[in-house]
């Protein structure tokens, strides 16, 4: 093998490098421009019907399925970085991971206001009452 070979080598794999820099931009640009108009259609929508949100199972359920998620998706970043050897997507992947805990507590407060009424409020009542009983 000679040099000039090597160097034919290394061209090549950074041109293959450089395609697929581009397709996975494209498609994370056509990801968001999809996000865009669905965001616009059911926002009008939303507005136009004047639609008031309820609690419902379904919705506790896709809420929860939307919290799992974040962990998977945390998970795919790490390794999509590490395989690419992209830092950024490697960082990408921590900061989702310790976000993902941030959606947690939601699906079990609608949970728990669907089924009993139990609000934000009493839910923070309770925590400082049983805070304070073990602090006494």
């Not at 359920?61 to 919290?67: L, P, R, S, Y």
């Not at 950024?88 to 921590?94: A, I």
């Not at 976000?99 to 949970?111: A, H, I, V």
């Amino acid at each position: 093998m000679t040099a000039e070979s090597g160097t034919v080598k290394s061209e090549a794999t950074a041109n293959k490098r450089l395609a697929g820099d581009v397709i996975s931009s494209g498609l994370i640009g056509f990801g968001f421009g999809l996000l865009a108009v669905y965001l616009l259609v059911q926002s009008t929508w939303v507005l136009a019907t004047g639609f008031r949100p309820h609690h419902s199972p379904l919705g506790i359920g896709w809420t929860a399925v939307t919290a799992a998620v974040m962990f998977a998706l945390a998970v795919g970043k790490s390794r999509t970085g590490t395989a690419l050897d992209n830092p950024v997507l490697k960082m990408e992947g921590r900061v989702t991971l310790i976000d993902g805990p941030d959606r947690l507590p939601s699906p079990l407060g609608f949970w728990l206001r669907f089924c009993g009424g139990v609000t934000a409020s009493e839910r923070a009542a309770a925590g400082s009452d049983a805070l304070g009983a073990g602090v006494r």
